[in-house]
């Protein structure tokens, strides 16, 4: 299978359950490349119902059509970094060689693959993780635990019928349906940290999640622009490199933060992903 997970803003979120509006974005998932862009094309446009879709109205930054872009020959000169830490850490031998079979693919198809070549400020990020407990520790982010409240709260708000309207009142059911079969599968442990923030305007823990988002975004675009860019900086050169090759869905916090696309694909046979963070083109 070949998903595409979108820059946030190319597809209209209207009707989709939130996680966090910062970084929540629909894609297609298709069983070939040639499927998933054609059903992107589809899918991808201006919505009046979703401000972050906007973009959009500039021509030229969405298309109705991104089967125009499929190349068989899009590897050839193509440059991809394999960052190893921490995304191989814990490895067993046949995990590794998956890897290392997909590069070998790549290299065949005339891909120029530095393997390892880490995010140079990697360490920043790994030390920035995502918060799951309240009060939230000072060395994480707070981005999705707030928008697990604040949006969802707003989604139900818009769903005047529903017969919860509150993540308090998701908890409250969970809670009288404790059975794994029927509701609480992973527990909801982060459900009852985020709703203890204060979503407020001016509150304490609105100015701490406006203060995480953007060190989300200074960590996670910094370290990307920085193989994007190369070494020199500078984007546009030859030491650029055109994708970010990550195993499994491990990789999927950079790009997801930095709101960039991502690619996933899935043998269906092996259950075992691999995914492509790559620089923002059109789409």
């Given at each position: 299978m070949v998903g595409i997970k979108t820059t946030v803003g190319l597809v209209s979120r209207t009707g989709i359950l939130p996680i966090t509006a910062d970084q929540d974005t629909p894609g297609p998932i298709a069983r070939t490349v040639a499927d998933a862009a054609a059903l992107l094309g589809v899918i991808a446009g201006y919505d009046a119902d979703d401000p972050a879709t906007a973009p959009c109205l500039t021509p030229g930054t969405c298309f109705s059509d991104y089967t125009k872009y499929l190349n068989k020959n899009a590897l050839k000169k193509a440059r991809i970094a394999v960052p190893h830490v921490p995304y191989w850490n814990g490895?067993?031998?046949?995990?590794?060689?998956?890897?290392?079979?997909?590069i070998a693919v790549l290299r065949a198809q005339g891909a120029y693959v530095e393997d390892p070549y880490e995010i140079p400020n990697q360490a920043a990020i790994?030390?920035?993780g995502i918060c799951a407990s309240y009060p939230p520790p000072a060395t994480c982010s707070t981005v999705?635990?707030?928008?697990?409240?604040?949006?969802?709260n707003a989604y139900m708000l818009g769903r005047p019928g529903a017969p919860v309207h509150t993540l308090t009142d998701i908890i409250n059911f969970n809670a009288a349906y404790p059975d794994p079969s029927i509701a609480l599968k992973y527990g909801q442990a982060i459900f009852l940290a985020a709703d203890q923030l204060d979503v407020t305007p001016g509150s304490a823990d609105t100015a701490r999640y406006q203060a995480d988002r953007a060190q989300d975004l200074l960590l996670t675009r910094t370290g990307l622009d920085a193989v994007f860019d190369g070494p020199d900086g500078i984007a546009g050169t030859a030491d650029d490199f055109d994708a970010i090759l990550f195993p499994q869905n491990r990789g999927a916090a950079a790009p997801g933060k930095a709101g960039t696309p991502a690619s996933s694909c899935r043998a269906v046979s092996s259950h075992r992903p691999r995914r492509f963070s790559s620089r923002s083109r059109p789409g």
């Open positions: 490895f067993n031998e046949a995990q590794a060689k998956l890897m290392n079979d997909a790994s030390a920035f999705l635990m707030y928008g697990q409240k604040h949006d969802l």
